[in-house]
């Protein structure tokens, strides 16, 4: 066989590789292999207070991965244990369950003072901005953010400008040309 | 708190406060803010650790009966 001949072959093989790949396109559409790991967390339809809400994030995580049925929770385990008590068999599981059974105690006694503590705390913070002044109040509640970029953030933006600045002046003159 | 889209919270209003330094606010009702806003963080960090214990636990009670 000489090497026109090879060239051939190889050229039908290619052409042959592309029409299956066109023909398994226009049948199913480009399906990747395995399934996608990206997920959409907010679209659209989410207003500003979804995208701005405390632990927003991490609660559409926990709430899109509960619709794909990707989390098990302790309750799912409790519930399933509750339903096939056999499964607790040897000493060691008891053992075990009694902690947990002791840590969710303390974490709901923790969530009841959390809720207490929270509770006081927002009834004497309105008490402080209810004592204000109409234009106090205004100006507390439209630069909040400012305040908090210029009195906080700004700090540290500042502090990362002046090493950026001062490791300038220090490298300058090793860039200067004689 | 407040007529804004977003709650003005606690933390906001110290904020506020702190960067205003013409409004005049009683000193023991700050002092009691910020002992309640101390106190509402360290029992969150709480509730945090509680809550990584309860699911490590959890994880080890699971091995145990996978084990079995």
Redesign the interface.
């Known amino acids: 066989m000489n090497t026109r001949s090879w060239v051939n072959m190889v050229e039908g093989i290619n052409i042959l590789l592309v029409l299956a790949l066109i023909i398994r396109w226009s049948w199913g559409g480009w399906t990747p292999s395995s399934p996608t790991t990206l997920y959409t967390l907010f679209d659209s339809t989410d207003g500003?207070?979804d995208l701005?809400a405390p632990d927003a994030v991490s609660n559409r995580i926990v709430k899109t991965f509960q619709q794909n049925g990707g989390i098990i929770t302790?309750e799912d385990?409790i519930r399933h244990l509750h339903d096939h008590p056999e499964?607790?068999?040897?000493p060691?599981?008891t053992a075990?369950?009694e902690?947990?059974l002791l840590?969710?105690t303390?974490?709901l006694n923790?969530?009841e003072?959390?809720q207490i503590?929270?509770l006081?705390?927002?009834k004497?913070?309105?008490?402080?901005?209810n004592?204000?002044a109409e234009t106090?109040?205004v100006?507390?509640?439209s630069?909040?953010n400012t305040?908090?970029v210029?009195?906080?953030e700004a700090q540290y933006w500042n502090s990362v400008l002046k090493q950026i600045q001062d490791t300038e002046n220090t490298e300058e003159p090793e860039h200067r040309t004689p | 708190?407040?007529?804004?889209?977003?709650p003005?919270?606690?933390d906001?209003?110290a904020?506020?406060?702190?960067?205003?330094p013409t409004?005049v606010?009683p000193y023991d009702?700050?002092e009691?803010?910020y002992r309640?806003?101390t106190?509402?963080a360290q029992?969150?960090d709480?509730?945090r650790t509680?809550?990584i214990?309860?699911?490590s636990?959890?994880v080890?009670?699971?091995k145990?009966?996978e084990s079995?």
């Open positions: 500003m207070d701005h302790v385990i499964l607790l068999s040897t060691t599981h075990l369950f902690q947990m840590t969710q303390t974490l923790t969530e003072e959390l503590v929270e006081k705390m927002n004497l913070a309105l008490e402080i901005y004592s204000l106090d109040k100006r507390i509640r630069r909040r305040d908090s210029e009195g906080i | 708190m407040g007529n804004s889209i977003l003005l919270t606690t906001d209003l904020r506020g406060l702190l960067f205003n409004i606010v009702q700050i009691q803010t309640y806003r106190e509402f029992l969150q709480k509730h509680l809550q214990q309860l699911s636990k959890a080890a009670l699971l145990e009966m079995k």
